[in-house]
């Protein structure tokens, strides 16, 4: 059965230091999304990228972030100059339709 | 307002009971309603979907959906201890490329054996 992978399951890094997580969308899916738990909360919409474009962002997804689709399979999310209150798990998701996720990146920030 | 609301919980039902989990939102443009289970620590898992006023069932669940009263509703039959989790409403108010998400806390249910 097709799944979203990403990677890395785990991530921490010290604050101010910039990271990348990773995913490899499903590979027929024309949607992928980024969202984020801040553990205890709701998952929340960071982004949302179709067409090899940005389609829509949250108020989240400031000049800290950005995507990219750097080679037709991966899709990455970068977070620049990472802040403790970055911390949280980071669900990649793609859709035709439905959305499926990906196991997440748990990032913690210190 | 809140978008999408949840009762938090947690619902105790004893196994082989029926847990009902209900969710109402705010947006009477939504489009698309659906229901995911996440275990503590885990991604959503994506259970069901419905579109269209009314029920929907697969297996031992059913969605019920009234687009007049804003609501949501899952259904969980001979609920077993396995479906011990956190329940997420999501809303789709998206149109054309963009199908975002918006997101309940989640009704944490809890099937005791």
Not at chain 1, 81 to 89: G, I, P, R, V, W
Request: with cysteine; charged share 20%; hydrophobic share 30%.
């Amino acid at each position: 059965e097709p799944e979203v992978t990403q990677t890395p399951s785990h991530q921490v890094t010290q604050m101010g230091q910039e990271v990348i997580l990773r995913c490899v969308p499903i590979s027929n899916h024309l949607y992928f999304y980024w969202y984020r738990q801040i553990l205890g909360q709701k998952v929340e919409f960071l982004v949302s990228f179709y067409n090899n474009e940005i389609s829509e962002k949250s108020e989240i997804f400031d000049d800290q972030f950005s995507v990219e689709r750097p080679d037709g399979s991966n899709f990455t999310l970068k977070i620049r100059s990472t802040k403790l209150e970055d911390s949280a798990m980071y669900f990649c998701a793609s859709s035709e339709g439905e959305a499926f996720f990906g196991q997440g990146t748990r990032l913690t920030v210190v | 307002q809140k978008e999408v609301e949840q009762n938090s919980g947690p619902l105790s039902v004893p196994e082989g009971a029926i847990a009902s989990l209900n969710c109402t939102y705010s947006d009477r443009g939504s489009q698309s309603f659906f229901w995911y289970r996440q275990y503590s620590g885990k991604s959503p898992e994506l259970i069901m979907f419905i579109y269209s006023n009314g029920d929907k069932e697969d297996g031992r669940f059913t969605a019920q959906l009234n687009k007049a009263s804003q609501y949501v509703s899952l259904l969980i039959r001979d609920s077993q201890p396995s479906d011990s989790a956190t329940y997420l409403c999501a809303v789709n108010r998206g149109a054309g490329n963009n199908r975002k998400l918006i997101w309940g806390l989640g009704t944490s249910l809890a099937v005791n054996p």
